[in-house]
């Protein structure tokens, strides 16, 4: 039951991202400063990588290209994150002090479904196919032609990647409901995510274990590029895909429970 | 018939932070938090017929917003017993909440940059409207909300008044048997509040909705509501007709004259048959106890050149404040 999604929910979808197109095509402009952002951030990236590949010729055992590669996955998620979550889920905190979710729970939608996906920032899904882009690019630099198999593993370890990174929202802005004067929690989920920019190998021991299994993050750049490298075997789509589910339960249990506390039932 | 919404002993109790102002009670509140129970909410109890209109009244912070949230679902009570059409409000999910609407004057759903119909199709779309029942419903909106010239424009570019239109149209376009309305004339124009409390009387005459409102505006409660409910720290202290409760909590009515004759008449001479409340030759309004008022108005056309004179309550306004201010007391008249 905890799972089921009703047709009727895509529908909603459907109406949602309609009306957001709608809104966003009045700013056509933002299409522009999108493109060009992502341009910009993605060559700073490159310049700091390459400046530091000065010095070396391993990051955490990785080579400049197979980092490149990386670095276009992290910002085809960034996308993700930038055209749904913030704009959606990453309101949430004002409107739990505002009020404003009690609109939500008055109507007969999933409130996490419908606070999660309400928003489509069309202009920055550029993000995932620069990102996309990227890191086809830098796959063809270290003269790596993926299999098949390999392919298949890189999407199923990405999408689980897309899920981890929802499931970090979700959890981290249901604390909202815990600590309503909480201005930003969405700075809290940059910070944490900062650290997928790089392969979770180049950091110590200790920070390696907490971005595996306590912040899953390695899980989001980490694991897919190295399922689209060949660094590890297509095997290990089944584990993301496992960690992703893990993630996605507890994250809905963590969003339950902060509505019972919103609406008074935990008493 | 089964009452549309019943409340039976419904509280509810908040636990909130307390802290001493400054910055050493910001930091005693940090290291060691202390709470205190508001009780919002104290064994309230009620019932409302389907197609009633009922008017909830109180100042703020009585508790009338928490229990429109109870009943919306929105809010768990404490403690005690709600039915609202039918389901257990919190428990009743998809099913219960398309059967209600909730207005909130101070919160908006319609998207901002966009044409409030942008903002309907959405809500066909989460109520599972059928195509030919939204055109249906929402050419029916528009007609008794005169939105015709205003489906297209951007929200943004809409008056308050059309605005809140254009919210009961979202808000009533799954045709909901009950309606809860917290302030939906707030901030209104004397015009558009008319037009809203004539929309909703029609809307329940045609589709016999349960409506429970609350405002701060006594005219939306005297044109809407023959029944209100009034409540004042959380406590429900009248529960019945308007008129029945100016009859029993007003110990006065108002003697309006109309003077004729000279200007010979003096505030002395009025102030011997009742306090005067004005005096602006050649009316004159005295307030005079309930049951002397008959008495008074024939000593006074014997005594004075009076050309018109009419008993009336006291403003509705004054009625309810002294309501809040001494409570309602059970035989007061």
Redesign the interface.
């Known amino acids: 039951m905890m799972f089921r999604v009703p047709r009727s929910a895509f529908r909603v979808l459907a109406a949602l991202w309609r009306l957001n197109l709608a809104e966003e095509l009045q700013y056509r402009a933002n299409f522009v400063a999108s493109v060009l952002g992502t341009v910009f951030w993605i060559g700073t990236a490159l310049l700091t990588l390459a400046l530091f590949f000065r010095h070396t010729t391993r990051l955490g055992g990785w080579d400049y290209w197979e980092v490149v590669v990386l670095l276009g996955v992290f910002n085809a998620l960034t996308g993700v994150i930038e055209a749904v979550l913030r704009p959606g889920i990453g309101r949430l905190a004002s409107e739990v002090r505002n009020g404003g979710l009690d609109l939500v729970l008055a109507k007969p939608v999933d409130a996490q479904g419908f606070v999660s996906f309400r928003r489509l920032d069309v202009w920055h899904l550029t993000d995932v196919v620069l990102g996309l882009g990227l890191a086809g690019y830098a796959l063809s630099r270290l003269g790596r032609v993926p299999g098949v198999l390999q392919l298949a593993a890189f999407v199923v370890a990405l999408a689980a990647a897309g899920i981890v990174v929802y499931a970090i929202w979700v959890a981290l802005m249901s604390l909202a409901f815990w600590f309503v004067s909480v201005e930003n929690l969405s700075v809290l989920f940059d910070a944490v995510y900062e650290g997928a920019r790089y392969p979770v190998t180049a950091y110590p021991g200790a920070l390696r274990f907490v971005f595996v299994y306590l912040l899953p993050i390695a899980w989001t750049t980490t694991i897919p590029t190295s399922a689209l490298t060949g660094r590890l075997g297509p095997e290990i789509a089944v584990a993301a895909a496992a960690v992703a589910a893990l993630a996605f339960v507890l994250a809905r249990l963590l969003w339950r429970a902060a509505l019972r506390r919103y609406t008074g039932a935990s008493g | 018939m089964p009452p549309a919404i019943t409340a039976e002993q419904l509280s509810?109790t908040?636990r909130v932070k307390v802290r001493d102002p400054g910055l050493r009670g910001a930091l005693e509140a940090l290291l060691r938090p202390r709470y205190r129970d508001v009780h919002a909410v104290r064994e309230v109890t009620f019932r409302i017929d389907p197609g009633e209109i009922v008017a909830f009244l109180g100042p703020n912070g009585a508790g009338k917003t928490t229990t429109l949230?109870m009943l919306?679902?929105?809010?768990?009570p404490?403690s005690g017993r709600v039915e609202v059409a039918g389901f257990v409000p919190?428990g009743g999910?998809?099913?219960f909440?398309?059967r209600?609407a909730?207005v909130?004057g101070n919160?908006q759903?319609l998207?901002w940059?966009?044409p409030p119909e942008?903002?309907f199709?959405?809500n066909?779309?989460?109520?599972?409207i059928a195509p030919a029942a939204y055109r249906e419903r929402l050419a029916e909106l528009v007609t008794l909300l005169e939105l015709g010239d205003v489906l297209d424009k951007p929200v943004r570019q809409l008056s308050l008044g059309e605005r809140m239109k254009c919210e009961l149209a979202a808000a009533l376009l799954h045709h909901p048997p009950i309606l809860f309305l917290d302030e939906p004339t707030l901030g209104l124009d004397v015009t558009a509040q008319e037009a809203i409390r004539r929309f909703l009387t029609e809307y329940r005459d045609r589709h016999g909705a349960t409506v429970l409102l609350t405002s701060h505006y006594m005219q939306d409660v005297t044109a809407l509501a023959r029944r209100v409910l009034i409540i004042n720290r959380g406590r429900l202290l009248y529960d019945g007709a308007l008129d029945a409760l100016v009859a029993r909590i007003a110990r006065t009515k108002r003697l309006e004259l109309v003077l004729g004759g000279d200007d010979g008449v003096t505030a002395e001479a009025l102030a011997a048959f009742g306090e005067v409340k004005s005096f602006r030759f050649p009316n004159a309004v005295l307030e005079v106890p309930r049951e002397e008022a008959a008495a008074t108005s024939a000593r006074l056309l014997a005594a004075l050149p009076v050309a018109d004179l009419s008993i009336e309550d006291p403003p509705i306004e004054d009625v309810i404040r002294q309501a809040f201010t001494r409570g309602v007391q059970e035989d007061d008249s």
């Open positions: 509810k908040f949230k919306a679902g929105l809010l768990y404490t919190w999910g998809p099913e909440k398309r209600i909730l909130l919160r759903q998207v940059d966009l942008e903002t199709l959405l066909r779309a989460i109520y599972e």
